[in-house]
């Protein structure tokens, strides 16, 4: 079993940047392929980005391509969301999921562990 607890939100102005980060506890993190999603209000969770457990198979929602990036640190038990170029829509609760697995994983219903989250507010 893996708890998770993401840090790193707040509010920001349009265009700036937030680096989340979501801690793990357990020595087996390495075992953990990763995943960002946000939820924001009145709308439903959606996938933002996704990290293999090693590090090297990496996948973006489109809406956040190139202006987010995903990253870990095994030997931390850390994995990161970098964001730049906030956008007012990108205002939610962001959380970090984790699933035992080999693979990369998109899906919400695939992970089996969930922080608790951490708001994002991008002020226009």
């Known amino acids: 079993q893996v708890q998770l607890v993401e840090s790193g939100g707040g509010l920001v102005q349009a265009g700036g940047s937030l680096r989340l980060s979501c801690a793990a506890s357990?020595?087996?993190?390495?075992?953990?392929?990763m995943g960002w999603f946000r939820q924001a209000p009145g709308k439903e969770r959606e996938f933002v980005a996704c990290?293999?457990?090693?590090?090297?198979?990496?996948h973006y929602a489109d809406s956040v391509k190139g202006r987010f990036t995903i990253s870990r640190d095994n030997a931390k038990n850390t994995v990161y969301l970098e964001m730049n170029s906030l956008k007012p829509e990108d205002t939610a609760v962001y959380s970090c999921?984790?699933?035992?697995?080999?693979?990369?994983?998109?899906?919400?219903?695939?992970?089996?562990?969930w922080g608790q989250g951490t708001q994002v507010t991008v002020a226009s």
């Open positions: 999921a984790a699933v035992r697995g080999a693979g990369i994983y998109y899906s919400s219903n695939q992970y089996d562990y």
């Open positions: 357990g020595r087996t993190f390495s075992t953990y392929a």
């Open positions: 990290i293999s457990r090693s590090g090297g198979s990496i």
